[in-house]
């Protein structure tokens, strides 16, 4: 089978196509045939060896979806010919987060999805609902996640709520979706007008150009009329900002750092509005089965920038890397 690993090259790491043997589910295991995967600003960090994990030899990426092909001893309740997704940590089944299953994670602790077949964990996949395309498919296990567990499951997001959203990448586009499918108000932020546009297509109410407005978190609490957002998914680093501008008894899910995270935080007023910070790192299996009911339930459709074919896998960390996508960047496989 064709898999992509990453060799150091220079500062970082490259793709380089390999051919391995085809893997053998061992007791407990399936093998999974690859049709889609799709990228994270996650696996821009792994190539470039900031991810604090063996990076040399590491097929990388997390999110796949495919199709059962085999299945090893003693596997209950899938079979060949299920359609599947796998889970980003193959060890984190339901309960609490433990750090050992950071070990776990695909495309960081053990060999990731950019390849033709995985070998996965009975425990690690999801069964994927008939309306999803492989493509589809392939957005849910981090980003889809990752915007749902720091919504609903710890966000318990109430229908009427506003929800500041940073940026239109894959975990705050999903975001927006499940908002808007839950009766939420969102206020979406972007570098882009053109991009913005997009988001109120997609329902967002208010939006605002981060870069034509730096102090945007005034803009929210004008838009809120001085009242504030009850949820934000904090994916910038900005949440000096986000504490300025959210509403008392409000909710922040600390996801990323993409504008770098460093900086004097003020935390007076996480104390003063009685808020709530939580820490985000994806979700365990359990969440991404109430989710994927969710998803059903509303025949909801990821949203996809663009599909790159298997032996372009280079070009789609390019374009997730511009900046330029709204949304998913997939692999098809
Ligand atoms: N903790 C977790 O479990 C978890 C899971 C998934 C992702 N993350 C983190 O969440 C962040 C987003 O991940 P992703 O995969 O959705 O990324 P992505 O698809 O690459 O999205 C990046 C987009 O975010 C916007 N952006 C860039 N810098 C920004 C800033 N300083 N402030 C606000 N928005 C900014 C830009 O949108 P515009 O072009 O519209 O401006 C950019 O296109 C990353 O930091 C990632 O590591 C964490």
Known sequence: MKCY?????GEEFALQLRERPQPEPGPGQVRVRVHACSLNYRDLLVRQGRYGRRTEGLVPLSDGAGEIEAVGAGVQGLQPGDRVAGCFFQGWS???FNAAFQDTALGGGRDGVLTEQVILEEH?????????SWAEGACLPCAGLTAWNALVTRGALQRGATVLLQGTGGVSIFALQLAVALGAQVILLSSSDAKLGRGRALGAAQTINYHTFPDWE???WKLTEKRGVDH???VGGNLDKSLKCLAAGGHIAQVGVLGGGSGAINLFPLAMKNARLDGIYVGSRADFEVMKDFLNKQQLHPVIDHIFPFDQAAEAYEHLASGGHFGKVVIEV
Request: hydrophobic share 45%; with cysteine.
């Open 94 to 96: 339901q309960g609490p």
């Open 218 to 220: 005034q803009e929210v």
């Open 232 to 234: 934000v998914v904090e």
């Open 124 to 132: 690690g996949v999801v069964c994927l609902p008939a309306h999803l």
């Open 5 to 9: 690993e990453l060799t150091k090259a």
